[in-house]
């Protein structure tokens, strides 16, 4: 996938870690619209899962959620970077 050099927002959750300590973190992305773009999964990838995807992501709020929010979230997953 091309990086998209929007301007973009991004929410970051943090559902903590699984029992096997693996991260369960990653960002809502959304246009400057409003409008929803899917989720870019963190990983062990830090902020650089969302950079490779969006440059220009701006990052607006850290909010903690649940284990069953997240994976909803990862339902709308966008597919690419790292």
Same mark, same amino acid.
């Given at each position: 996938?091309?990086?998209?050099?929007?301007?973009?927002?991004?929410?970051?959750?943090? $559902?903590?870690?699984?029992?096997?300590? *693996?991260?369960?973190?990653?960002?809502? @992305?959304? =246009?400057?619209?409003?409008?929803?773009?899917?989720?870019?999964?963190?990983?062990?990838?830090?902020?650089? $899962?969302?950079?490779?995807?969006?440059? *220009?992501?701006?990052?607006?709020?850290? @909010?903690? =959620?649940?284990?069953?929010?997240?994976?909803?979230?990862?339902?709308?997953?966008?597919?690419?970077?790292?």
């Amino acid at each position: 996938m091309a990086k998209d050099t929007r301007k973009v927002f991004a929410v970051k959750i943090n $559902a903590g870690n699984d029992r096997n300590g *693996n991260p369960r973190r990653g960002w809502l @992305v959304y =246009t400057r619209d409003g409008v929803s773009l899917g989720f870019a999964d963190e990983g062990y990838s830090g902020r650089q $899962a969302l950079t490779s995807l969006f440059p *220009n992501a701006v990052e607006l709020a850290v @909010v903690p =959620t649940t284990p069953k929010a997240y994976k909803t979230a990862l339902s709308s997953r966008i597919l690419g970077g790292y």
